[in-house]
T-cell receptor, first 117, second 115 residues
């Protein structure tokens, strides 16, 4: 079954304790992206990746890192989490970027609810 | 810069009523794409439709229909004979064809369908 898998689904942690949210897709998609969803602000893009070893900042990259060493995986890293990073996070992938003339709809993971105390 | 506005934050309807969710967008591109996504209470995001700027034909899929009007920069979504399972947050999104601008989402409309 084609899917985007995020782990963990839920995490409560404390300020400053490094954490990684994993994202894996089995559709051989080139484009992957991370979003955060906050009440009243909708979905905002954190980072995206056009292909292996190619990553770029989205709208709200501060406090986050990503890596794309393999095509299927796109982990989101919070080196020193802070309470303002408490949010619902979504990973997404598509065959080609969701912009430009190729424009493909994105497949989303089920979300990771992160609480930073 | 591109922008998507969903002015309705929350809507409540009684089952079997029709409901329209509004989406107004801003873009300078002549080629762009519009999307609707559904987020049910379980939290995942489900793709509903993509429409490109050159295709103004309205689309119907079962009880769902979309009305794209370039003259008013709107891409409204109507659910006919709403059901409790339609209760969700619905997001409209815009993507431009030029450049590397990300997909921009509206803030979402929470639809509650009451039995």
């Amino acid at each position: 079954e084609a899917q985007v898998t995020q782990n963990p689904r839920y995490l409560i942690t404390v300020t400053g304790k490094k954490l990684t949210v994993t994202c894996s897709q089995n559709m051989n998609h080139e484009y992957m992206s991370w979003y955060r969803q906050d009440p009243g602000l909708g979905l905002r893009q954190i980072y995206y990746s056009m292909n292996v070893e190619v990553t770029d900042k989205g709208d709200v990259p501060e406090g986050y890192k990503v890596s794309r060493k393999e095509k299927r995986n796109f982990p989101l890293i919070l080196e020193s989490p802070s309470p303002n990073q408490t949010s619902l996070y979504f990973c997404a992938s598509s065959l080609s970027p969701p912009f430009g003339t190729e424009n493909q709809p994105q497949h989303f993971g089920d979300g990771t609810r992160l609480s930073i105390l | 810069a591109q922008k998507v506005t969903q002015a309705q934050t929350e809507i409540s309807v009684v089952e079997k009523e029709d409901v329209t969710l509004d989406c107004v967008y801003e873009t300078r591109d002549t080629t762009y794409y519009l999307f609707w996504y559904k987020q049910p209470p379980s939290g995942e995001l489900v793709f509903l439709i993509r429409r490109n700027s050159f295709d103004e034909q309205n689309e119907i899929s079962g009880r769902y229909s979309w009305n794209f009007q370039k003259s008013t920069s709107s891409f409204n979504f109507t659910i006919t004979a709403s059901q409790v399972v339609d209760s969700a947050v619905y997001f409209c999104a815009l993507s431009e064809a030029s450049g590397n601008t990300p997909l921009v989402f509206g803030k979402g409309t929470r639809l509650s369908v009451i039995a």
